[in-house]
């Protein structure tokens, strides 16, 4: 898979903790690398069997100029890659287009794109590592800025039930014993959860 050019796929990741930005890294990872459900385990990481997958940088202020640079230098060699970089930058700007759209349905991809590149953009100036040209080169060579919505009660109630399904599955695989829960008890620990409550 390639962008444009014989670049890499470059997918910037943006929104609140806990919404799936890296789940959704470890999963994607694992079914493009990785033919042996065994060594799925290992990916994404180091001993990764499937690819070279770069993730998990996380910024440090002391750092910041090295990873940037070692970013970039991902995107630029690994030309038959999708990279995905994830961050917690933008949540609150993504909490506001939300609310001026009045509904998740009314969020134009397009918008949230470009309000998100535009703060990596003034985020990256603001750093001071990086020079005009160098901050707009990088940010030219995201393909998208993906945000990831907060997470709303019925999203959370899909997740619960899929979660408790795994654990009866689990449960009985290693122990054979069933586990049964009333549709109740579901409501009852999303009510425990944290999310954007509508």
């Known amino acids: 898979m390639q962008a444009e050019g014989g670049t890499p796929l470059v997918i910037s990741m943006h929104g609140p903790p806990g919404v799936g930005k ?3 890294h470890t999963l994607l990872a694992r079914a493009l690398y990785n033919k042996d459900p065994a060594a799925a385990a290992q990916c ?13 940088l996380d910024f440090i202020q002391k750092d910041r100029a090295e990873q940037l640079d070692a ?9 038959r890659a999708i990279l995905l970089l994830e961050s917690n ?8 287009v ?11 991809p397009e918008h949230v794109d470009r ?3 535009d703060l990596v953009f003034g985020a990256l100036q603001a750093s001071g590592c990086e020079s005009y040209e160098d901050s707009l080169r990088f940010t030219s060579l995201v393909d998208f800025f993906l945000p990831y919505l907060p997470l709303q009660r019925p999203q959370v109630l899909t997740l ?3 979660a408790m399904q795994n654990w009866a599955a689990s449960l009985w695989h290693d122990k054979f014993t069933v586990l049964e829960w009333e549709p109740e ?6 009510d425990k959860a944290d999310f954007d409550g509508t």
Not at 44 to 56: L, M, N, R, S
Not at 185 to 190: E, G, N, T, W
């Open 98 to 108: 939300l609310s001026q759209a009045g509904d998740r349905g009314n969020v134009s």
């Open 22 to 24: 890296t789940f959704t």
């Open 160 to 162: 619960m039930e899929r």
């Open 71 to 79: 970013v970039r230098d991902a995107i630029l060699e690994h030309v």
């Open 115 to 117: 309000v998100l590149r």
């Open 89 to 96: 930058l933008g949540f609150s700007q993504i909490e506001e």
């Open 44 to 56: 994404p990481g180091e001993d990764c069997t499937g690819a070279k997958v770069v993730y998990g």
């Open 185 to 190: 008890i579901i409501a009852f620990l999303v």
